[in-house]
């Protein structure tokens, strides 16, 4: 079908569910035919927003009709304020599915994880028409919602077809690109989380998946201007996130602030900030606590080590943290699941002992230093510093150290804090964030 097009179906890894990717400066007038093959017998109805309706939607609905496909009404959410990925938003939305229909989410970001739950909650499979590359998640399983106030990554399955059409991506604008190269770099200490998490035996990596994500990536973000290069990755670290049926591949540390802080509402100037920009922030926070790990020997640290704090001092410490009380109930729950009290916490403590040199030479090897991190973000015209996206110094500082109670994920901040260093370290990011 896609003599005609100039567009490329592109080869897709073994054991994920993604079966068609259409990609090309063309690839939107491939759309009609590419609905009717993958979901025969199927009306399409186009889901987007107001932007994406003109970005694309406009475009492909036209081109539907044309095609004789009799497309359902359209359901096109206000561009403005942005829209909230809000599941009870989404349950709506799966209620409101016209019968027998295709869905088709015009937007690789919020739209694309609306629509994702909508399949999920319904049974059946979508196809999405990327309109910038902004976010990771959009080839991926699983969509990033908030479920009664807590950021979740609620189960569904990844699009079936996706579109993409570079001549369309192109004209996004240039902060969402940015935004997605920041979540692209995000990758690289996600991956120095990765080796910390496999070596303490809380999550193996797996070589594959590793290799799908690690292996091109320092070469895609060298050049912060390389379209396809980027939006490759990020479509890459979808698959991996399918084939893991995880998120593991692709967030670390730099994931959880970002969740932290969009569940304080962050804002600049009245508006959002995007989850690109959040995670970049984030990358260079990451990074940074990596950094303290491998650039500090064991035994200078040593004095500054907390004793491990006894259960009910534990439960003091993450009271605290959760004062404000926008996190939902889970993080209580999930902080006191993780931590280790008297003899077990020693045993623990023990254990990174004896690894942190070796472990250290590993993370070092992965990561990029916090000096080229924020060069990069900053030829990205990416925010690389807290104030740039609205955080003051109290409130970067409770999100680095919140981060660590909200989901059952090992990262450096697990690490640190079961060392008795977590304050330590996050004292030591806060001064180094501007170099
Ligand atoms: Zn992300």
Redesign the pocket.
């Known amino acids: 079908m896609a003599d005609s097009l100039k567009s490329i179906y592109v080869q897709m890894p073994q054991g994920i569910s993604t079966h068609t990717f259409l990609r090309g400066e063309d690839a939107l007038q491939g759309l009609p035919a590419l609905l009717q093959e993958n979901f025969p017998g199927r009306t399409p109805w186009i889901v987007a927003d107001e932007n994406t309706w003109k970005a694309a939607g406009a475009a492909a609905y036209q081109l539907l009709q044309n095609a004789g496909m009799n497309p359902a009404e359209p359901h096109i959410y206000p561009g403005t304020p942005r829209l909230h990925p809000d599941y009870a938003l989404a349950e709506k939305l799966a209620e409101e599915m016209p019968a027998n229909t295709v869905p088709v989410a015009i937007g690789s970001g919020v739209i694309n994880d609306m629509v994702k739950c909508v399949g999920g909650i319904n049974h059946v499979t979508y196809c999405c028409v990327a309109t910038a590359c902004s976010?990771?998640?959009y080839t991926a399983a699983g969509a990033a919602m908030t479920v009664n106030g807590t950021k979740k990554t609620v189960p569904c399955p990844a699009p079936y077809a996706i579109c993409a059409d570079t001549s369309i991506l192109a004209t996004a604008p240039a902060d969402m690109f940015a935004s997605g190269y920041a979540?692209l770099l995000?990758k690289v200490p996600a991956g120095g989380d990765w080796i910390l998490a496999d070596a303490m035996g809380e999550d193996p990596i797996r070589k594959d998946v590793w290799e799908l994500i690690q292996g091109p990536l320092k070469d895609q973000v060298s050049d912060c201007t390389n379209m396809l290069k980027i939006f490759t990755g990020l479509a890459s670290t979808g698959y991996a996130m399918q084939m893991m049926k995880d998120s593991r591949p692709?967030?670390g540390a730099e994931?959880l602030f970002s969740h932290v802080w969009e569940m304080e509402g962050l804002q600049l100037n009245g508006e959002d900030i995007s989850?690109?920009f959040k995670?970049g922030v984030g990358t260079l926070a990451s990074t940074l606590l990596l950094e303290y790990i491998t650039n500090h020997k064991l035994h200078d640290l040593a004095p500054r080590m907390k004793p491990v704090p006894t259960v009910e001092e534990r439960e003091k410490e993450v009271d605290t943290l959760l004062i404000r009380g926008c996190y939902g109930t889970a993080p209580k729950e999930t902080a006191m699941k993780k931590f280790r009290s008297g003899e077990a916490g020693e045993k623990r403590r023990k254990e990174i002992m004896e690894k942190w040199d070796s472990i250290g030479a590993a993370v070092k090897a992965q990561i990029l230093t916090s000096d080229q991190i924020r060069t990069a973000l900053k030829t990205a015209n990416c925010p690389a510093v807290p104030a740039e996206i609205g955080l003051d110094q109290e409130q970067f500082i409770h999100g680095i150290l919140t981060a660590q109670l909200i989901r059952n994920r090992y990262t450096s901040l697990d690490f640190l804090y079961e060392m008795g260093l977590l304050d330590d370290a996050v004292a030591y990011v806060a001064t180094h964030m501007e170099g």
Do not use: I, Q, T
């Open positions: 976010v990771d998640g979540d995000a692709a967030s994931h989850h690109g995670v």
